[in-house]
């Protein structure tokens, strides 16, 4: 069982930063995939980021050039730099690991971190 919890999400202007934190209760990255999820309200969640165990990552077409996901292996976490972000990048922004084997998926989810970006 693994635990995420998110944090770093806020009010920020149109074109500012924010960098999102998801931390895992245990070292996870060697065998599951990471990823950031956001969901708009009365939209469906959609994928923003994900990175692999070795190192790929994709992006959402919305947010290529701007948004990067990285981590810290050593310190169990996820991050999602946000740069030029613009209001439609308000949502609920949501920590995912993910692992497929043959007799089921693991998933994970963190509680969620509000981000709004206005004036």
Not at 39 to 62: F, H, I, M
Not at 72 to 78: G, L, R, Y
Not at 101 to 108: E, G, L, Q, S, V
Request: glycine share 10%.
């Amino acid at each position: 069982q693994v635990q995420l919890v998110e944090s770093g999400g806020g009010l920020v202007q149109p074109g500012g930063s924010l960098r999102l934190s998801c931390a895992a209760s245990r070292s996870i990255f060697s065998i599951y995939t990471m990823a950031w999820y956001r969901q708009a309200p009365g939209k469906q969640r959609e994928l923003v980021a994900r990175t692999s165990s070795v190192g790929g990552t994709n992006y959402a077409d919305s947010v290529k050039g701007r948004f990067t996901i990285s981590r810290d292996n050593a310190k169990n976490t996820e991050y999602l730099q946000m740069n030029s972000l613009k209001p439609e990048d308000t949502a609920i922004y949501y920590c995912n690991a993910h692992r497929a084997t043959f007799n089921r998926d693991y998933d994970y989810w963190g509680q969620g971190t509000q981000v709004t970006v206005s004036s």
